[in-house]
């Protein structure tokens, strides 16, 4: 088993739309998790980081943790064309000497 | 703009041939991370550098090497090259070295022919 998983898709959405992201993982040690967005293979970029379980919201993102069931969930809200990209979780332990482990992406399509 | 920036952004080589990828962390950032990305295998973490030291290893070959230099920016080294070496290859910076946010270099596609 790896240890994160997430659906390559694609995923392909109407604009104005409500997208669900998810990963899951089997690794109990991983605290932070992050999501990253990357365009045509450019540099992935940092969308939304959390520690621990919870919600976090900013804009029109928001990033669920539930450590209890390994899973973690990215919900876009008002999905644009601009948001077709793919979509990378991310997770750590958090301990000197530990990498983040990335999911493989999940790519979405959003048509105006 | 993430602040890293990464040298050259393209290399067109041939196979059993050494490179050099350079990398420069956002400003203040004492952590560089090495990552290779191929279509099939998804972004893989290679090496990191913590303020001039090895900090951890993933899944980098014997074959590639790297280094952080006072000034602390990173070179990663390539050698005796093959096909399957061709890939995007991405420096992330972090202000520290542990569960904190990376920031990701634009990267350097590597093809290998």
């Known amino acids: 088993q790896k240890e994160v998983e997430q659906d390559p898709g694609p995923l392909s959405v109407p604009e104005g739309a409500i997208v669900s992201l998810n990963c899951t993982y089997s690794?109990?040690?991983?605290?932070?998790f992050m999501w990253y967005r990357q365009y045509s293979r450019k540099g992935p970029e940092l969308l939304m980081y959390?520690?621990?379980?919870g919600n976090k919201e900013d804009g029109r993102f928001t990033a669920q943790v539930d450590k209890s069931s390994k899973y973690i969930s990215l919900f876009i809200r008002d999905s644009q064309p601009s948001d077709s990209a793919t979509y990378l979780c991310a997770m750590s332990a958090g301990q000197a000497g530990t990498a983040l482990i990335f999911g493989k992406g999940t790519t979405l399509s959003v048509s105006s | 703009d993430s602040g890293v920036t990464q040298t050259p952004k393209h290399l067109i080589t041939a196979t059993g041939q050494r490179v050099t990828l350079r990398c420069s962390p956002r400003?203040?950032?004492?952590?560089v991370y090495w990552y290779q990305q191929s279509l099939d295998q998804g972004l893989q973490f290679l090496i990191q550098y913590y303020n001039g030291e090895e900090r951890a290893k993933g899944n980098i070959l014997e074959r590639f090497s790297a280094q952080q230099f006072p000034d602390l920016h990173s070179e990663l080294n390539l050698s005796s090259l093959e096909l399957g070496d061709s890939a995007l290859y991405f420096c992330?910076?972090?202000?520290?070295?542990?569960?904190?946010?990376?920031?990701f270099g634009p990267g350097t596609r590597l093809t290998v022919l």
């Open positions: 959390t520690y621990s379980s």
């Open positions: 400003s203040g950032d004492l952590s």
């Open positions: 690794n109990s040690a991983f605290q932070y």
């Open positions: 992330a910076s972090s202000p520290l070295g542990s569960g904190d946010t990376q920031y």
